[in-house]
């Protein structure tokens, strides 16, 4: 049949895949061809039902069959289906949402330029910074600091912003000019007999250093995620970012939070910005932005930022960077409508909520002999798998516990992600308490299947 051929060809030619997947395993079996939504459930082309703890990636806020954004789709298509931002034109439905984004903004923010990715959206702001830098002088103060494990995009230079060898191996990436500073982690990264507080402190002295070596009038911005998602849900101490702000104002480094996934609600407050006391110059959004039913992602930067950018455009007389889709008609009423009902549900306040709930619950598992260290905030959780809790060492090489677990979650039905051995937790924010209890129980399931395995291993 030529239907089923096609299908097949497609599902063969859909090779993106990232990293943290058994490539061999997936050319073997295929993917999880996932055909329909509801709530916070996906269900496959067999019929089985998911509780996706994932929320896709780690976007979709209002679960899989939000009606209202649907709805918000077809009238945008019906009205203006497409229209651009270029050459001083735009559009109600950009317009709007840009005035949002500025009046939910943590801290004042003066302007929002949209694109599709968040990948797109870092490195935009990464040649803002360079323009910016240029305009007011500071042409050798062109230098990005991030952290290892950071995830922020793959393109040219936003892959380069990414601390993951496997975004960089082969691409040669990152470009000069990049720098990476110890990922914020205390249970891996601090030393016998320090304490948190030091160990943010030890930090900090690190990034002073590497300033000071490079030299200060070279460094023009510290990029990071409030908290980190893709490199292992990855909660820094409490002290560490006032630490780093300091070190960062000091220098006059810029500041720029990367709230691609802690944006909207997903740490228990609207911002991880707000949740971790960061005052950003300028902010990354995508993901939750729309909940991922339209391809959108904005840079909010502040006056600072903006009144050098826009002198040295009319000077130059263009500001030569933007995309045929930036601020897309449809993506933007989507994203609007998709805000409006996250802030008129109080969903933030519903995700601090249910994120106790979750934690609390994977904090009762945590005497299991392979639970390392659970770790959240809000509504995202991590949850490191070890094969020895004394020594913390994985089993047989990092990822095979995290690959089992996440296995057999998939077979009884909960959809999680194994970032090496940390399972990584993020629902969408709609979930409710008897979802959190089901997640909770098939999660126990999946440990306890998982140990079982492990000591038939001999392990
Ligand atoms: N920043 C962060 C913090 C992210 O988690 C991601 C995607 N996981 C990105 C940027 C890149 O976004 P996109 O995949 O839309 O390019």
Not at 239 to 247: I, M, P
Not at 394 to 421: H, W
Request: aromatic share 6%; with cysteine; proline share 5%.
């Amino acid at each position: 049949m030529p239907g089923s051929n096609d299908s097949l060809a497609a599902k063969d030619v859909h090779f993106q895949l990232h990293s943290y997947a058994d490539a061999r395993a997936h050319e073997e079996k295929g993917p999880l061809i996932i055909e329909r939504g509801d709530g916070v459930f996906v269900i496959d082309e067999q019929g089985n039902r998911y509780l996706e703890a994932m929320a896709g990636l780690w976007s979709v806020a209002l679960g899989f069959s939000e009606r209202r954004l649907v709805d918000a789709a077809c009238r945008q298509l019906q009205t203006l289906p497409f229209y651009h931002t270029f050459g001083h034109k735009s559009h109600p439905s950009s317009i709007a949402l840009a005035e949002r984004l500025i009046e939910l903004a943590p801290v004042p923010m003066s302007k929002v330029y949209f694109t599709n990715s968040g990948s797109e959206a870092n490195d935009v702001l990464i040649k803002l910074i360079w323009y910016r830098n240029n305009a007011i002088g500071e042409a050798r103060r062109k230098k990005i600091i991030s952290h290892v494990g950071g995830y922020h995009g793959v393109t040219g230079l936003s892959g380069s912003l990414t601390g993951l060898a496997s975004v960089h191996t082969g691409f040669d990436l990152p470009l000069p000019g990049f720098l990476h500073v110890t990922t914020p982690h205390f249970y891996r990264q601090g030393r016998p007999g320090e304490n948190e507080e030091q160990f943010a402190e030890r930090l900090a002295l690190e990034l002073e250093e590497l300033i000071q070596r490079e030299g200060p009038e070279t460094i023009a911005a510290f990029i990071a995620e409030p908290l980190m998602g893709a490199g292992g849900v990855i909660v820094p101490p409490p002290t560490y970012w006032a630490r780093v702000q300091q070190v960062c104002r000091r220098h006059e480094v810029l500041i720029v939070a990367d709230e691609v996934i802690s944006g909207f609600g997903r740490t228990g407050k609207r911002f991880g910005c707000e949740t971790f006391g960061i005052a950003p110059d300028a902010m990354i959004l995508s993901k939750q932005l729309s909940s991922s039913y339209q391809p959108i992602a904005a840079v909010l930067i502040n006056e600072k930022l903006y009144a050098a950018i826009a002198d040295h455009s009319h000077a130059l007389g263009v500001l030569g960077t933007g995309f045929t889709g930036s601020g897309h008609p449809v993506a933007s009423a989507v994203a609007l409508a998709n805000i409006n009902i996250v802030e008129c549900e109080h969903l933030t306040e519903h995700a601090a909520e249910m994120g106790q709930r979750l934690l609390a619950g994977l904090h009762r598992l945590s005497d299991s002999p392979l639970i390392g260290q659970v770790r959240g905030c809000g509504l995202i959780a991590g949850i490191e798998l070890v094969s020895d809790k004394t020594t913390r060492a994985p089993s047989n090489g990092v990822g095979r516990l995290g690959k089992y677990f996440t296995d057999r979650a998939q077979r009884n039905g909960l959809i999680v992600r194994a970032i090496g051995d940390t399972i990584a937790l993020c629902p969408p924010l709609i979930i409710n308490v008897e979802e959190v209890d089901l997640l909770l129980a098939r999660f126990q399931r999946s440990l306890g299947e998982t140990l079982d395995w492990l000591r038939s291993e001999g392990a």
